[in-house]
Nanobody, 126 residues
Framework: QVQLVESGGRLVQAGGSLRLSCAAS????????RGWFRQAPGKEREFVSA??????????TYADSVKGRFTISRDNAKNTVYLQMNSLKPEDTAVYYC?????????????????WGQGTQVTVSS
């Protein structure tokens, strides 16, 4: 089994920054791809960013709405993926979810991820 635990969400003013963390535990040896999604009240869950890596390659992708403002990264030693969010806007307010899959390919499709965390709330005030 795999457990994903997100942290770092809080209330922040527009223009501010936050760093979200997603720590994985359990059978993590083949979690080659990790993603971030978010869901605002009354809206569907949407893709934010994803990262995949192996010993010889890595890849990242971002939603257009966050490109240039958010950065995804990883710390293999800690089994943790981060989402650095800068220049936050009120429309970034949502519950942010971490996801993982065993396939070495980034994807924006939520149904292609096997494991999910419980989410962390990010609120951006104007």
């Amino acid at each position: 089994q795999v457990q994903l635990v997100e942290s770092g969400g809080r209330l922040v003013q527009a223009g501010g920054s936050l760093r979200l963390s997603c720590a994985a535990s359990g059978r993590t040896f083949n979690l080659y791809t990790r993603g971030w999604f978010r869901q605002a009240p009354g809206k569907e869950r949407e893709f934010v960013s994803a990262i995949s890596w192996s010993s010889i390659s890595s890849s990242t992708t971002y939603a257009d709405s966050v490109k240039g403002r958010f950065t995804i990264s990883r710390d293999n030693a800690k089994n943790t993926v981060y989402l650095q969010m800068n220049s936050l806007k009120p429309e970034d307010t949502a519950v942010y979810y971490c996801a993982a899959r065993s396939v070495l390919q980034v994807t924006a499709h939520a149904d292609e991820y096997d494991y999910w965390g419980q989410g962390t709330q990010v609120t951006v005030s104007s």
